[in-house]
């Protein structure tokens, strides 16, 4: 099993939809989660950290799920702009850190 | 102003060359990272360092030598180059290491193409 799993997709989606993407790890031990965003042949740039309260950052809900071990990204209201690979990162445990990257899930937003 | 930049931005050379990929950042961070995309585009790190020290090596064949003669930079040197090299290498910067909730800034990356 992999360390971290997402569907790669693609998802295609018009402009205006609501999109959810799941990612689920295996080390229990893990300590923190994050979502990147990457655009075709840029740099990874942080989206947004993820808790277990959830969090809300504009269009972006973020989930944490530790019992299931697994993590979510709702986007609403698409747009054009939101079109990008996103991917899962997850960290830890601490004292033997390391930071684990998901292969991405490709949202591509249609007019 | 650029926070973590490297150059070069495009790399193609031979088999067997050996080559440099440059880093730098002005974040002020403590840590530093070498990461290589595939062509799967699978992220994996290869090396990271903390204030000039080595802390993670993961399974990089000796070929690959960061050097970091300096907090702010970490440089990638990479001998006998083969075809499985071809990737894009990021280089990335941490505030800190051992804290589980580091976020990571990435440089541009170097598209390494190796014929």
């Known amino acids: 099993r992999k360390e971290v799993e997402q569907d790669p997709g693609p998802f295609n989606v018009p402009e205006g939809a609501t999109v959810a993407f799941n990612c689920t790890y295996s080390n229990s031990a893990s300590q923190s989660f994050f979502w990147y965003r990457q655009d075709c042949r840029k740099e990874p740039k942080l989206l947004m950290s993820?808790?277990?309260s959830g969090n809300e950052d504009g269009r972006f809900t973020a989930q944490l799920n530790r019992a299931s071990q697994y993590i979510s990204l709702l986007i609403r209201d698409s747009k054009l702009s939101d079109s990008a690979t996103y991917l899962c990162v997850v960290n830890g445990p601490t004292g033997g850190f390391k930071t684990i990257f998901g292969a991405g899930t490709r949202l591509f937003v249609k007019a | 102003d650029t926070a973590v930049s490297q150059t070069p931005k495009y790399l193609v050379t031979q088999m067997g060359n050996d080559k440099s990929i440059k880093c730098e950042q002005n974040?002020?961070?403590?840590?530093m990272y070498w990461y290589k995309q595939d062509s799967k585009k699978f992220l994996k790190i290869m090396f990271s360092y903390n204030n000039k020290e080595l802390i993670i090596n993961e399974t990089v064949p000796n070929r690959f030598s960061p050097k970091s003669p300096d907090k702010a930079h970490l440089n990638l040197h990479i001998n006998s180059l083969e075809l499985g090299d071809s990737a894009v290498y990021f280089c990335a910067s941490s505030q800190a290491v051992g804290a589980s909730n580091e976020k990571l800034f990435f440089g541009s990356g170097t598209q390494l193409s190796v014929l």
């Open positions: 974040l002020g961070h403590d840590t």
């Open positions: 993820v808790y277990s």
